[in-house]
């Protein structure tokens, strides 16, 4: 499993490289900012879904999840800690 801090780091370069957004620090509301909004949203969570091998589902989007870097590193980690449960099980 890959820790917080790489998490973070994955997720901030996919914001700088592929959502043109350069956050300024990983408790940042992503949201209240502005830097983030409903179609750039979309753009992340499938940036993650193909970084991260993760499915996101309807159900699963919660924007609490995806209001700062270390928010959504969270959801990430909690996704893929859960694929790989479902892989060995």
Do not use: C, Y
Request: net charge negative; no cysteine.
């Amino acid at each position: 499993m890959v820790n917080n801090i790489e998490l973070q780091n994955s997720i901030i370069r996919i914001l700088s490289e592929k959502i043109h957004v350069e956050v300024p620090s990983v408790e940042t509301d992503l949201m209240e900012s502005g830097l983030l909004d409903s179609l750039t949203l979309v753009e992340l969570m499938a940036s993650l879904e193909e970084k991260f091998g993760i499915s996101i589902s309807f159900d699963d989007i919660e924007l609490d999840n995806f209001r700062s870097v270390d928010r959504i590193a969270e959801f990430v980690g909690n996704q893929t800690s859960m694929n790989e449960i479902m892989a060995t099980a």
